[in-house]
């Protein structure tokens, strides 16, 4: 009996503060989005706050690895993505799943009138990201990225290193 009441109690109070579905879409005013680092978002959004991971991208770490120099890079690309961010009153959030630090994964799109800017994509595009191979199929990404890196965009003019090599202290 005492586990029923239990269940019961954790049942409802799952059911008060309501849950996101892996595959949603969301929309918050910027003023509820704190940029963590370039690829990393928290966004208070229905009384809570969320850990988002964007989709598709790898910036440089702003304080855990690498060199001075790599984490200089780190707040360059989050500066980047925080400015960009900055441009818009709303964003939409496309989550598509967890990762295992239970971050969502998020497509984010900056919204100005009935126009949508993907974020993530432009990140890249400006050189302020890698793509992450391991997760990204979008052919989009890859284009981009070569472009920036070949003309030298944002960080690629100051040689910035992947940051997943990085990571691994490589």
């Not at 690829?39 to 690895?65: F, N, Q």
């Not at 400015?83 to 818009?88: S, T």
């Amino acid at each position: 009996m005492r586990d029923f009441k239990l269940i019961l109690v954790s049942i409802i109070i799952a059911l008060s503060f309501g849950t996101l579905a892996v595959a949603e879409t969301i929309t918050v005013t910027t003023k509820n989005v704190r940029v963590v680092d370039g690829d990393s978002l928290s966004v208070k959004y229905k009384g809570r706050t969320i850990k988002t991971r964007s989709s598709c991208i790898d910036t440089p770490e702003k304080a855990r690895y690498g060199t001075y120099e790599d984490k200089q890079h780190g707040k360059i690309a989050s500066q980047f993505v925080s400015d960009l961010i900055g441009q818009f009153k709303y964003l939409q959030l496309d989550l598509s799943g967890q990762d295992r630090y239970k971050r969502f994964i998020t497509t984010v799109y900056g919204i100005k009138g009935n126009q949508k800017y993907n974020i993530n994509l432009i990140t890249v595009q400006e050189g302020y990201a890698y793509v992450y191979k391991k997760y990204c199929k979008d052919k989009d990404y890859y284009r981009a990225f070569e472009q920036a890196k070949v003309n030298k965009k944002g960080l690629f003019a100051l040689n910035m290193r992947e940051p997943s090599k990085v990571r691994r202290g490589k």
